[in-house]
């Protein structure tokens, strides 16, 4: 499944993890989330690339939400913090947008990193 970045306010059947992506690349784009200039970047570039996957057929890279998703769910049910009182590993909303950027672009027709 593939995301445009128009549809990203509309969605009601996105994952908790990928809210938290679009809601941090939200947040960091309207000033919300103050960030360095390469932060801000990222999310600028994120956001124009889910834009362009969705509408230039000829572009290699699409974003696979399910994909994206995986390696995160993955270490908030499966990673213990190893010091300190918790009972579970919570991802802060900067850290699920790194993941769901390494692990979500994938080519196109192959579907491959």
């Known amino acids: 499944m593939t995301t445009t970045a128009s549809a990203i306010s509309k969605a009601d059947a996105i994952s908790p993890e990928l809210r938290r992506v679009y809601d941090f690349t939200a947040q960091v784009l309207d000033g919300t ?12 570039r994120f956001r124009r690339d889910l834009e362009r996957s969705a509408k230039d057929p000829s572009w290699p890279w699409v974003f696979d939400e399910q994909k994206a998703r995986r390696p995160i769910a993955f270490m908030e049910r499966y990673l213990v913090p190893s010091k300190g009182d ?5 991802l802060m909303p900067w850290q699920c947008f790194c993941e769901a950027n390494i692990y979500g672009w994938v080519h196109r027709e192959t579907g491959m990193r």
């Open 86 to 90: 918790y009972d579970r590993f919570d």
């Open 33 to 44: 989330i103050i960030t360095g200039k390469k932060q801000r970047m990222a999310c600028e």
